[in-house]
C-alpha cells in the first residue's frame, strides 16, 4: 500500500500541492520555513484526522482558508487497482470519503493506511505526559484487533457518563449501574493493550538483532488500578472518592507505561537525544510487527532525520526503513543528507515557499 498522488489544499503555508510519491524513498528537502513538516502532517492528516504536532485544526489552517483538504490515490497491493481517498476538515465537520463513498468514520480510513511518524518532538513517547504512550498502545491494539476501536469508544462513553453523574450527584444505584458497564469494558481494553504490548516485547527484542540497544529496552505496564482488584472493585472502593471529586480515579485511562533501560525509568535516565533514538526504535519496533501481523508495514513519516542522529545511527535507521518495504517520507534541508543508496525506488522533491516541484 503507498500513495500514488498527493493533493494538499488549505495546510499552513503549503500552495496547492500536487505530487506522485513513489512506493519507496522520497525525500523532501528544502530550508526550515519551507513547509516540509507541513507536507508530512498533511499525509498523517489524511490517515488519522490530525496532526502529529497537533490536535487542533486552527495552526493548521493556511491564512484565510476555511477548511484543509487532503486528497489521495492509494495504491493498494501488486496487481489491485489503485482507489481514491481524501479528507475535508473544517471548524465544525470532518467529512471522510474512500473509493469514492462517504467513509463510516476515521477509524476506517486509519485502519486502510496506517502511518507512523518519526519527529522532532517524539521524545514524548518517553518523557512526556501517560496520554502520549497510552496512545502508542491503543495504536497498535487498534490495528492488530478489530474488536480495540469498538471497546474504546464504549468504555469512553461510558466513563464521561458515569463522570456526569458523579458531577451531578447521582444516586448510587444510577452510579453502579454505570461501574458494572465500565468494568467489562474496562477490562477488556486493558487485555487487548497488555496483549499487544507482550508482542511489541517480541518486536523489540527481535529489532535488537540489528539495533542491540534496542533488546536492552524494556517497559513496565500500570493498568490503572491496583493489581490485586478487579476494576468492578476498584470503582467500588474509590467511589466516595470520585464522587467527592468529580470523575472518575481508576481505569485504563489512567494507564501508564514506563520505558527502561537497564531497569532505570528511560525518562530518568536518558538525555533528551536518547529518548528520541529510543523513540525511534519503539516506533520501528511497532512497524515491523505490524508487518509481521498483517503482511504489510505502515507508511513511515521522518521529519528531520539528519539533525536528529548522527551518521552510525543514520546510516542504520534507514537501513531498517529500507527493509520495511513500505512508503517513506524523509525531510531534510538538504537531500544529499540523505543516503538513497540500496532503495530500489527513490524520489527527490524540493519545497520552497510552500510550494513542492521534483528537481529535474
Known amino acids: 500500500?503507498?500513495?500514488?498522488?498527493?493533493?494538499?489544499?488549505?495546510?499552513?503555508?503549503?500552495?496547492?500541492?500536487?505530487?506522485?510519491?513513489?512506493?519507496?524513498?522520497?525525500?523532501?528537502?528544502?530550508?526550515?520555513?519551507?513547509?516540509?513538516?507541513?507536507?508530512?502532517?498533511?499525509?498523517?492528516?489524511?490517515?488519522?484526522?490530525h496532526s502529529f504536532r497537533t490536535r487542533q485544526l486552527a495552526p493548521l489552517l493556511a491564512q484565510g482558508a476555511e477548511a484543509v483538504q487532503i486528497a489521495a490515490r492509494v495504491q493498494g497491493p501488486a496487481g489491485t487497482p489503485s482507489y481514491p481517498a481524501g479528507i475535508r476538515k473544517t471548524q465544525g465537520e470532518t467529512l471522510v470519503r474512500i473509493r469514492g463513498r462517504k467513509a463510516t468514520g476515521l477509524a476506517e480510513l486509519a485502519r486502510e493506511l496506517p502511518v507512523l511518524a518519526i519527529h522532532p518532538e517524539s521524545h514524548v513517547l518517553v518523557a512526556g505526559p501517560p496520554g502520549q504512550r497510552?496512545?502508542?498502545?491503543?495504536?497498535?491494539?487498534?490495528?492488530?484487533?478489530?474488536?480495540?476501536?469498538?471497546?474504546?469508544?464504549?468504555?469512553?462513553?461510558?466513563?464521561?457518563?458515569?463522570?456526569?453523574?458523579?458531577?451531578?450527584?447521582?444516586?448510587?444505584?444510577q452510579l453502579k449501574a454505570w461501574d458494572e458497564a465500565l468494568a467489562e469494558e474496562g477490562e477488556y481494553l486493558d487485555a487487548l493493550r497488555r496483549a499487544y504490548l507482550e508482542v511489541l516485547r517480541a518486536g523489540l527484542a527481535e529489532l535488537g538483532?540489528?539495533?542491540?540497544?534496542?533488546?536492552?529496552?524494556?517497559?513496565?505496564?500500570?493498568?490503572?488500578?491496583?493489581?490485586?482488584?478487579?476494576?468492578?472493585?476498584?470503582?467500588?472502593?474509590?467511589?466516595?472518592?470520585?464522587?467527592?471529586?468529580?470523575?472518575?480515579?481508576?481505569?485504563?485511562h489512567r494507564a501508564e507505561v514506563i520505558w527502561r533501560l537497564d531497569e532505570r525509568a528511560a525518562a530518568d535516565v536518558a538525555s533528551r537525544g536518547q529518548q528520541k533514538t529510543l523513540v525511534i526504535m519503539l516506533k520501528l519496533a511497532q512497524a515491523r510487527v505490524l508487518k509481521a501481523e498483517k503482511g504489510g508495514a505502515p507508511l513511515m513519516l521522518v521529519d528531520d532525520l539528519p539533525s536528529e542522529l548522527d551518521t552510525a545511527h543514520r546510516d542504520r535507521v534507514m537501513g531498517l526503513l529500507r527493509a520495511l518495504e513500505t512508503q517513506v517520507f524523509v525531510t531534510a534541508i538538504e537531500a544529499g543528507d540523505v543516503d538513497v543508496t540500496g532503495w530500489a525506488d527513490s524520489r527527490m522533491f524540493h519545497v520552497e515557499h510552500g510550494r513542492v516541484s521534483k528537481p529535474d
Not at 491503543?138 to 469498538?150: I, M, T, V
Not at 476494576?231 to 467511589?239: I, Q
Open 134 to 173: 497510552r496512545a502508542f498502545l491503543d495504536w497498535g491494539a487498534f490495528h492488530r484487533e478489530p474488536d480495540f476501536q469498538g471497546v474504546w469508544q464504549r468504555y469512553r462513553r461510558l466513563l464521561q457518563q458515569r463522570n456526569a453523574a458523579l458531577r451531578a450527584g447521582g444516586d448510587l444505584r
Open 209 to 252: 538483532r540489528d539495533w542491540p540497544t534496542a533488546g536492552a529496552l524494556d517497559s513496565e505496564y500500570r493498568r490503572g488500578w491496583p493489581e490485586n482488584q478487579s476494576l468492578g472493585e476498584a470503582l467500588s472502593r474509590n467511589l466516595a472518592r470520585d464522587r467527592g471529586a468529580g470523575f472518575t480515579h481508576v481505569g485504563p
Open 1 to 49: 500500500m503507498h500513495l500514488c498522488r498527493l493533493e494538499v489544499i488549505g495546510v499552513r503555508n503549503l500552495r496547492d500541492v500536487r505530487m506522485e510519491p513513489g512506493p519507496g524513498l522520497n525525500v523532501i528537502a528544502g530550508d526550515n520555513g519551507a513547509g516540509k513538516t507541513s507536507l508530512l502532517e498533511s499525509i498523517h492528516l489524511l490517515a488519522t484526522g
